[in-house]
């Protein structure tokens, strides 16, 4: 059975930092890209940041490029993102998802398994 557990949200006051974690288990995705989306209340999911199975190839949403960074740990089943610079419009539900193995999509219909999320609020 395969599950995405996704870690590290929280409360966070405006500039702070956090860093999501998702381990993967019950299946090995070195090979697939893995990618971060977000939901806030009222609002449709968008994508954050993908990051090919070499981690060689990285994707960002314009409205987090340079504050949040995407990296992997192939030996540990896991993909990270550190979030920088965190603003009130960050708040949301942080999902991770397993893609496909040859490209690094920004739609989330091209990504099989889910996480359950995990809660990043950030206070003004």
């Known amino acids: 059975q395969v599950q995405l557990v996704e870690s590290g949200g929280g409360l966070v006051q405006a500039g702070g930092s956090l860093r999501l974690s998702c381990a993967a288990s019950?299946?090995?995705?070195?090979?697939?890209?893995m990618g971060w989306f977000r939901q806030a209340p009222g609002k449709e999911r968008e994508f954050v940041a993908a990051?090919?199975?070499?981690?060689?190839?990285?994707s960002y949403a314009d409205s987090v490029k340079g504050r949040f960074t995407i990296s992997r740990d192939n030996a540990k089943n896991t993909v990270y993102l550190q979030m920088n610079s965190l603003k009130p419009e960050d708040t949301a539900v942080y999902y991770c998802?397993?893609?496909?193995?040859?490209?690094?999509?920004?739609?989330?219909?091209?990504?099989?398994?889910w996480g359950q999320g995990t809660q990043v609020t950030v206070s003004s």
């Open positions: 998802a397993v893609g496909p193995t040859w490209f690094v999509p920004r739609s989330g219909d091209q990504y099989s398994y």
């Open positions: 019950g299946r090995t995705f070195t090979r697939n890209t």
């Open positions: 990051i090919n199975w070499t981690g060689g190839t990285t």
